[in-house]
């Protein structure tokens, strides 16, 4: 009896065996399939050929910056007059203006700026004689302290008898973050102050935005051949940074679209993988950087989780709470999220405490939150805090660790740091991103901020004087 059970189990793990043989065989086969489309394409003229991407400035907002001036500038090298900004304001920004209006515009690039002792650069600066547009461009970098509200404030100091226009151009339609509004708010496309009197425009727009602009700008030009190629190449170079350029064969975008089934099972046993293949299959994957492509891929997978995360917590909170983001949405260190009310705001170093998710290492890696403070006048320690209501939400908390910044927190338990089956937790995200969020985050931080909301209000009201 004991030996036919060892001989079943024999060979269940040699079925598994021949089964995950069989899979890595199907990868190769995909792979190399991949290869051969790939190489039909550049057989019929397709190529990668960009100068963004070949001088590194894909991501180079200064550039970026400098390229979209030079087109909204009436006097600008192409030539064409108003042209360009005429097709800006008209298709992006949704307002006409008249010609004559528009050949008075003065554009400037990393406009200098100074209020209250605070020096800093607009990205782009359009100046009609009865309007400014502030044009902050954000590809990947965080907002600096103070951005938006000293260049609406300087601007206001400088030129006070024109109506001033923030336009935020970043890749996902993001707001400012609370640090670099400074105390303003945006409502109904609006920037008001903490009198609720308005000062400024407020329109949010995307590289998708820039994208339709140049393509507009390439049919009025498309007998021009030197222009018609100039907008051609950043038109490549916008749809690789949005990574939705499809007329080369992406070899992620070819994983995921088309064959996003086997995923999970490659994510978990990659290495292994690498070990079976044959040498064609393994020339392939050094010529391809399939190692940079998987990591890509888990990463874009864990953008989702962050991505979900995000609106989960907007849809429960917003109404009652502000919810802002510096870089969290990106993937950065120690940029986080934070979870507040209007009560609870930083007022004279007093200290002020927010629920807050942040990463430990780049890349959406290594997830915690907790109860953050803004300053260290609130004492992190048991033996040091006066306060009967920090202790207690302590207390109530022993799992959580304390730290200069966070009164208490703690890593999310399904963390990403390689201590989980990695091929597993990808395959939940595959599945479901949705019961992914709840199961592992979502739900036990809603929790965290139900239970401790009552005690920080009454800290705020009582304590904080």
């Given at each position: 009896?004991?030996?036919?059970?060892?001989?079943?189990?024999?060979?269940?793990?040699?079925?598994?065996?021949?089964?995950?043989?069989?899979?890595?065989?199907?990868?190769?086969?995909?792979?190399?399939?991949?290869?051969?489309?790939?190489?039909?394409?550049?057989?019929?003229?397709?190529?990668?050929?960009?100068?963004?991407?070949?001088?590194?400035?894909?991501?180079?907002?200064?550039?970026?910056?400098?390229?979209?001036?030079?087109?909204?500038?009436?006097?600008?090298?192409?030539?064409?007059?108003?042209?360009?900004?005429?097709?800006?304001?008209?298709?992006?920004?949704?307002?006409?203006?008249?010609?004559?209006?528009?050949?008075?515009?003065?554009?400037?690039?990393?406009?200098?700026?100074?209020?209250?002792?605070?020096?800093?650069?607009?990205?782009?600066?359009?100046?009609?004689?009865?309007?400014?547009?502030?044009?902050?461009?954000?590809?990947?970098?965080?907002?600096?302290?103070?951005?938006?509200?000293?260049?609406?404030?300087?601007?206001?100091?400088?030129?006070?008898?024109?109506?001033?226009?923030?336009?935020?151009?970043?890749?996902?339609?993001?707001?400012?973050?609370?640090?670099?509004?400074?105390?303003?708010?945006?409502?109904?496309?609006?920037?008001?102050?903490?009198?609720?009197?308005?000062?400024?425009?407020?329109?949010?727009?995307?590289?998708?935005?820039?994208?339709?602009?140049?393509?507009?700008?390439?049919?009025?030009?498309?007998?021009?051949?030197?222009?018609?190629?100039?907008?051609s190449q950043y038109i490549f170079a916008?749809?690789?940074?949005?990574?939705?350029?499809?007329?080369?064969?992406?070899?992620?975008?070819?994983?995921?679209?088309?064959?996003?089934?086997?995923?999970?099972?490659?994510?978990?046993?990659?290495?292994?993988?690498?070990?079976?293949?044959?040498?064609?299959?393994?020339?392939?994957?050094?010529?391809?950087?399939?190692?940079?492509?998987?990591?890509?891929?888990?990463?874009?997978?864990?953008?989702?989780?962050?991505?979900?995360?995000?609106?989960?917590?907007?849809?429960?909170?917003?109404?009652?709470?502000?919810?802002?983001?510096?870089?969290?949405?990106?993937?950065?260190?120690?940029?986080?999220?934070?979870?507040?009310?209007?009560?609870?705001?930083?007022?004279?170093?007093?200290?002020?405490?927010?629920?807050?998710i942040e990463f430990g290492q780049y890349?959406?890696?290594?997830?915690?939150?907790?109860?953050?403070?803004?300053?260290?006048?609130?004492?992190?320690?048991?033996?040091?805090?006066?306060?009967?209501?920090?202790?207690?939400?302590?207390?109530?908390?022993?799992?959580?660790?304390?730290?200069?910044?966070?009164?208490?927190?703690?890593?999310?338990?399904?963390?990403?740091?390689?201590?989980?089956?990695?091929?597993?937790?990808?395959?939940?995200?595959?599945?479901?991103?949705?019961?992914?969020?709840?199961?592992?985050?979502?739900?036990?931080?809603?929790?965290?901020?139900?239970?401790?909301?009552d005690k920080i209000d009454e800290y705020?009201?009582?304590?904080?004087?």
């Open positions: 009896m004991e030996s036919n059970k060892i001989e079943n189990l024999c060979k269940i793990l040699k079925d598994y065996e021949k089964e995950k043989e069989y899979f890595f065989e199907k990868v190769c086969k995909i792979l190399k399939n991949f290869s051969i489309k790939k190489r039909r394409k550049q057989l019929r003229g397709f190529n990668e050929f960009n100068f963004f991407k070949i001088l590194g400035l894909l991501s180079d907002e200064v550039k970026h910056s400098r390229i979209i001036a030079e087109f909204l500038n009436p006097y600008g090298c192409h030539f064409q007059e108003t042209l360009f900004l005429e097709n800006f304001f008209e298709q992006i920004l949704k307002v006409n203006i008249n010609i004559e209006e528009l050949k008075k515009i003065k554009v400037f690039v990393e406009k200098h700026i100074e209020y209250d002792g605070n020096e800093g650069r607009i990205d782009i600066l359009l100046e009609s004689e009865t309007d400014v547009y502030i044009i902050e461009n954000k590809i990947y970098a965080s907002d600096g302290y103070n951005q938006i509200y000293k260049y609406v404030y300087s601007l206001k100091k400088e030129i006070p008898n024109k109506n001033i226009n923030v336009i935020y151009l970043t890749l996902d339609k993001r707001d400012p973050s609370e640090k670099s509004l400074n105390g303003l708010k945006i409502k109904n496309n609006v920037l008001i102050d903490k009198h609720n009197k308005p000062i400024a425009s407020f329109v949010n727009i995307t590289y998708s935005d820039i994208l339709k602009w140049m393509k507009f700008n390439l049919e009025e030009v498309k007998n021009i051949s030197n222009l018609k190629e100039a907008i916008i749809e690789d940074l949005l990574n939705i350029r499809e007329e080369t064969m992406n070899l992620k975008d070819y994983l995921m679209k088309n064959h996003q089934y086997i995923l999970g099972d490659l994510l978990e046993n990659y290495n292994e993988f690498k070990s079976k293949i044959d040498k064609e299959c393994l020339e392939f994957i050094k010529k391809e950087n399939l190692d940079e492509v998987i990591e890509n891929i888990k990463i874009d997978l864990r953008k989702k989780v962050v991505l979900k995360l995000y609106e989960k917590l907007k849809e429960t909170f917003s109404a009652k709470y502000n919810i802002n983001q510096d870089g969290f949405l990106n993937g950065e260190k120690w940029s986080p999220l934070l979870i507040y009310k209007d009560n609870w705001k930083y007022d004279n170093n007093k200290g002020k405490l927010s629920f807050a890349n959406y890696n290594l997830m915690y939150y907790g109860i953050a403070k803004y300053s260290e006048n609130i004492p992190y320690s048991n033996q040091n805090i006066n306060s009967n209501i920090l202790k207690n939400i302590i207390d109530t908390n022993k799992e959580f660790k304390t730290s200069n910044y966070y009164l208490i927190w703690k890593e999310i338990p399904y963390e990403w740091k390689g201590k989980i089956d990695r091929g597993v937790y990808y395959k939940e995200i595959l599945k479901d991103v949705d019961l992914f969020v709840d199961k592992y985050y979502f739900n036990e931080i809603k929790e965290f901020v139900e239970k401790n909301e705020i009201k009582n304590e904080i004087k």
